[in-house]
């Protein structure tokens, strides 16, 4: 089946844009993730959805990010006023539900350049 | 706070070899942990997956063990091929309530040289 898709793959936009990035999981999977990559780094957890409802945003760097998740299925990930050290990989990751014991599948990553 | 490291940081080896790659974490109360592999440009291919109850996963020819106790895991890849070559990531998600994020180290960048 497919897995996990993001769009676009890639962004280049001006310091002080608004972008957004779509996640669309995997068919089913309750749970989505957020993760933020920069060069050289592993990557690091952003947000995390139950549903449609944010569970957990603690790692969101400040109030500039944002995401939503209306139905339960496709993701948005919304960065105001982007400066240049928002550029990195953006990852979203799904699982079947938030249990403990669930893998989470990655998509390909939006790769965000700000100039 | 959970840290995760990973060494060696990068790995060049002869087509064939057998090879070890460790991580290790400083919370060992953790629920699983996962091995990923992730090519140039690319997102993340999960490659095992262990419980906390497990000490090991195998699938062809990667191997992964964990000793939660002591805070490591090995990720062990047999007969070695190019296109092996990629950046191995570890991660863990630690137990307790709300514990859903994976903990990420920086990665191993292997190649594997014809």
């Known amino acids: 089946g497919a897995g996990v898709s993001q769009t676009p793959s890639n962004k280049v936009t001006e310091k002080g844009k608004y972008v957004e990035l779509r996640c669309d999981p995997i068919s089913g999977h309750t749970a989505l993730y957020w993760y933020r990559q920069s060069l050289g780094q592993g990557p690091e957890f952003l947000i995390y959805f139950q549903g449609t409802g944010a569970a957990d945003d603690s790692g969101l760097p400040n109030d500039r990010f944002f995401a939503v998740r209306p139905e339960g299925s496709v993701s948005t990930l919304k960065i105001q006023r982007t400066e240049r050290g928002d550029s990195a990989v953006y990852l979203c990751?799904?699982?079947?539900?938030?249990?403990?014991?669930?893998?989470?599948?990655f998509g390909p990553g939006t790769r965000l350049t700000v100039l | 706070k959970q840290e995760v490291t990973q060494i060696p940081a990068a790995l060049s080896v002869p087509e064939g070899e057998n090879l070890v790659l460790n991580c290790s974490f400083t919370d060992s109360a953790i629920y699983n942990l996962q091995w990923f592999r992730q090519d140039p440009g690319k997102g993340l291919t999960s490659l095992l997956l262990i419980q906390s109850s497990q000490r090991e996963q195998t699938s062809g020819r990667l191997n992964a063990s964990l000793d939660k106790s002591s805070g490591r895991s090995t990720l062990y890849i047999a007969a070695s091929q190019p296109g092996d070559s990629a950046t191995y990531l570890c991660a863990v998600r630690r137990s307790g309530a709300g514990s859903y994020q994976l903990t990420f180290g920086k990665g191993t960048k292997l190649s594997v040289i014809p």
């Open positions: 990751a799904s699982s079947q539900t938030s249990g403990n014991y669930n893998e989470q599948f």
